[in-house]
């Protein structure tokens, strides 16, 4: 088994992804995988960032597939006996101007973002090694969207002990309702891509609780982190910032030098703790 560090990042074969596995080529000490679920386009990553000089590996995972998840996690285990940073990055937006049914924008969005998210983490968190940092990419959107949000919604998502079970819940009660037309007399704004941002910044707050509480002396850092509004084929071209302006945060939260005790389970973005 290799002593050597590595760093994982899903959805990394392009936009903020491969930003993340770039600054981190030339910023971690060790072994950094690019992961995407297309084969094909995972080693054109790798080629593009070799010809820049960076060396970067590949390993499949389509974080979609629950078989896939515990595959990547059974290597990195073996090989590494761990993984040092995991950042879950993959995630998907329907265009603002995309036609396709609320009810299937909700049920889609949901199980990428939230729930196939929550099982990299169920996965991933106990092959965490010491010292750990775990970056959930988030966004301002969910911020915006928990404000949109019924009070009591709102008293839920802001709870200090809100059970992970009751959270999974609330979301697929999101996407129940949404399927019959009836998410905004419940209380849910008209924001697939938001609830779903909302949900993983809730689950990141959630599941650094349980860190603390189980592993208390492993020293883990699990944070939810904003990009900010980056041009990538999912924000389109009219976003503020580069890929690599948005990929900045993300990769500070995934190297919090060691030893340091915060930010831990906060939602953060341009470097600083944000209101919840």
């Known amino acids: 088994m290799s002593t050597t560090r590595v ?5 990394s074969n392009k936009g903020i992804g491969l930003a993340i596995v770039r600054a981190l080529c030339k910023q971690f000490q060790g072994d950094v995988y690019i992961t995407a679920r297309n084969v094909g386009r995972g080693q054109e990553a790798v080629a593009s960032l070799a010809s820049e000089g960076l060396k970067a590996m590949f390993h499949q995972l389509d974080i979609d597939d629950l078989n896939s998840i515990t595959t990547a996690a059974a290597f990195f285990k073996e090989k590494y006996g ?7 990055n993959a995630g998907i937006a329907f265009g603002v101007a995309d036609s396709t049914p609320f009810a299937v924008q909700a049920e889609v969005t949901l199980k990428t973002n939230f ?24 966004s ?11 009070p009591a919604l709102q008293q839920r998502f802001r709870s200090e002990d809100i059970p992970e079970e009751e959270l999974v819940e609330l979301m697929q009660e999101f996407v129940n309702k949404a399927k019959k037309g009836e998410h905004t007399q419940a209380g849910w704004p008209d924001t697939a891509y938001g609830v ?63 030893g340091a005790t915060e930010p831990h389970g906060k939602f953060v973005s341009d470097k600083e703790v944000q209101p919840w």
């Not at 929550?118 to 988030?138: C, E, H, W, Y």
């Open 82 to 88: 761990g993984v040092d940073v995991l950042i879950n």
């Open 196 to 258: 779903s941002k909302t949900g993983l910044t809730t689950l990141s707050m959630i599941l650094a609780r349980h860190l603390s509480k189980e592993r208390p002396n492993d020293g883990i850092l699990l944070n939810a982190g904003c990009p900010g509004w980056v041009r990538t084929d999912m924000a389109g071209s009219n976003a503020t910032r580069s890929p690599e302006e948005g990929a900045a945060n993300l990769v500070y939260l995934a190297l919090l030098p060691p």
């Open 115 to 138: 729930f196939a998210t929550r099982d990299m983490l169920t996965q991933f968190l106990p092959i965490i090694k010491a010292g750990g940092r775990v970056v959930n990419v988030s």
């Open 7 to 11: 760093a994982v990042v899903t959805g």
């Open 140 to 150: 301002f959107v969910g911020a915006r969207t928990l404000n949109q949000c019924s």
